[in-house]
Structures are given as C-alpha cells and as structure tokens.
C-alpha cells in the first residue's frame, strides 16, 4: 500500500520536473542593439562593507549603449564603511549614482523601502535589480533588456553561488535548482517567484500596480512584485536561462546563516498563490517518503528513492551545462541530502513562527 502511495507521488514528482525542465528550455528572441531601451540598475545596501566591492567592480564593466544606462546606490542606513567605499569608488564614475534612506521618510520598512527610494529616482524605463553580494557579468544589462518587447513587462533571471567547498557548492546548486523550476513554471505562462538579486521590471509597469507603496510587506518582495505585475493580465513575464545574464551571489558561511536565509525564504513563500502550493506539496511529499525509507525497506521502495535522485540530477544537469557551471555537480550528493533535509523540516519550523531577522531588523 505504502509502496503505491509512494510511486504515485514520484510519478507526479516526475510529470512536474517534466514540465520545469521543457519550460526551463524555451528560448525566447532579442531586439536589436540600437532598440535597447534605457535602463537603471538599483543595489540596496545595508552593511556591505565586506561585499560590495565586488559588485562595484562587477556594474562598472557592464557594456550598454553609451548615454542609456544608470546605476543607483541606495545605502539603506548602514552603520559600517558602506556608504565610505560607495563615495569613494563612484568617484568620477557618471553613471554611478548614490542616495541614502531615511528611517522615517515612508511606511515602508525594510528592503522594499530602499529599493522604492531607488526607483524614485530612476530615469530608466526597465529597473534592474541585484544584490550587494553579488557579481554580474559584462552582457548582464544587455542581454536582460534584449527581451523588452512592447508586450513585456518583467524578465527574471537565475543566480548561482561562489562554490569553493561542499558546504556552500550544495548552496549554488539548490538555487539554481528552485530558480529553474521556477523559470520552467514561469515560461508556462504561470509564474510563482523569482529572485530579486537578478530581475528586472518596465518601470511604467510598477507605476500601474502602485509601486510597493501599494503592495503588502513581504520579506520577498521579489515574487511580490512580479505577482502583482502578473496579475495585471496585460503584459509578459518570462524568465529565460541564459549564461550572459547569470547572477554570482555568496553563500552563507554558516549553517546559522542559512537557517535564517531558509526562513526568510520560506515566511515569504507562505504568500504565493494556490498554485505554489500545489507544487511544494509534490517536493514536500516526495522528499519527505525519501526519508521514511528506513522504516518501509524494500527493493521496490529503494528503486523509487533512487528514481527520485535521478529526476532531481536530471533537472539540474542541462541547466547547469547552459549556464557553464556544470563543475558545480560535483556536489550533486551533498545536495541531495540537503534537499532531502530543509524541504522536510522548513514546514515545521515555518508554522509555529514566522519571525524573521535580516539584515539586524525584526519583521
């Protein structure tokens, strides 16, 4: 009984990775270089110090038709040398820009405040988005805003990790995993979430649902946004996976840090739609007979639990190779176990308390 119930579950399990991995794979085209439209790239930065050189360096490379790009700094009241080394470095530089929040300027708090400042004083008609942690590539601008047609209005991107141990190789890989399911159910044409560290929106397009002013607090604000835009019902949302525009972000160093990522993550995760649900509970579920298996050992049920790794490898290996990180599967195993662990143990430590700590403030 236990043994059907189980093949049921890794049958839909499969179906649904099915699904990622075709969407996963859609190629979509790209405007001329002479169409590209004007663009602004915004960083919030809250005590970065030890970060965020590497962005810097990484934005003043980006290639992007002369006079069309800008970048904004937004220091969101750091207490360290960030707003120092941001002064400092954009010297000289035209299109670097910077501003600093104000704790009480607006109602709201957080990373959806910093970021609403940057927007404010966009000049661009796509916004871009990335993280003080993270490292872009030269083509990244260009390659995201290469799909604004007129009937496009957010392009999301996939981000990986820094892997130069297992610890956080099993980090780079879970991302990149959950952003190509997300990429898969997204190109489907029923988006659920993306990552705020590489996506990018039509200014006009936040205009129209109120900007966050007019959004409802979320400790990711990302899937917030692109759900809003979504639900407009007038406009595209696509999420290609492509080399040019991956994202290098930089694991957490300790399983304390990632505890609290994975919460972060998960609190927000409570505010997607049905649909979000109805695919958590096949990896949910799927994970969790993974590790019941000691009590219902058989060679039927160890075949099924093998079966399961092997759709996971199966998602993650085309993505990797096309986005050029494949010698991050050498972790696949630590991953596996990983994943096995934090699905299972997220919902239980989810529902009894959805207090969250980022970044030295309490949501």
């Known amino acids: 009984m236990f043994e059907l119930i189980f093949l049921f579950i890794m049958i839909g399990y499969f179906l649904q990775s099915f699904f990622f991995i075709i969407g996963a794979s859609k190629k979509f085209p790209k405007i001329p270089d002479d169409k590209l439209p004007t663009a602004t790239i915004i960083v919030a930065a ?41 002064d400092d470095f954009i010297i000289g530089k035209p299109r670097f820009h910077k501003i600093t929040t104000d704790e009480h300027h607006t109602k709201l708090i957080g990373k959806m405040r910093a970021l609403s400042y940057g927007i404010k004083a ?43 141990k297992w610890f ?5 890989i879970d991302l990149v995993y959950l952003l190509t399911a997300a990429a898969g159910i997204t190109n489907l044409k029923v988006p659920i979430t993306c990552i705020g560290n590489n996506m990018s929106f039509r200014k006009s397009a936040y205009d129209e649902v109120g900007g966050y002013e007019n959004l409802p607090h979320s400790v990711t604000e ?7 835009i979504y639900n407009l019902k007038k406009y595209k949302v696509i999420f290609p996976v492509e080399e040019e525009s991956l994202v290098t972000s930089i694991p957490c160093d300790s399983l304390k840090s990632l505890f609290s990522q994975k919460k972060r993550w998960g609190v927000g995760g409570l505010g997607v739609p049905f649909r979000g649900f109805i695919i958590m509970f096949w990896g949910f579920m799927a994970n969790l007979l993974v590790l019941l298996t000691p009590l219902f050992l058989s060679t039927a049920w160890l075949y099924l639990v093998v079966f399961k790794i092997a759709i996971d490898f199966f998602l993650a290996y085309p ?9 991050n599967l050498k972790y696949f195993f630590h991953f596996e176990v990983y994943y096995l662990i934090y699905v299972v143990a997220l919902l239980f430590i989810v529902i009894p308390n959805k207090k969250v700590i980022w970044k030295g403030r309490e949501y």
């Open 46 to 86: 809250r005590n970065e110090e030890d970060k965020i050189l590497r962005t810097l360096k990484s934005l003043d490379k980006l290639v992007y038709p002369e006079g069309k790009l800008q970048i904004i700094l937004v220091d969101d009241q750091s207490t360290d040398k960030t707003g120092k080394l941001i």
């Open 122 to 164: 966009a000049t661009g008609e796509v916004i871009l988005t990335t993280d003080a942690d993270c490292e872009v590539k030269p083509l990244w601008a260009k390659t995201v805003c290469s799909h604004y047609f007129d009937d496009v209005a957010l392009v999301a991107g996939v981000t990986t990790q820094t892997s130069e």
């Open 168 to 172: 956080y190789g099993m980090q780079a």
């Open 222 to 228: 990302d899937f917030t946004l692109m759900n809003a």
């Open 319 to 327: 993505v990797h190779i096309r986005l050029g990180i494949a010698k």
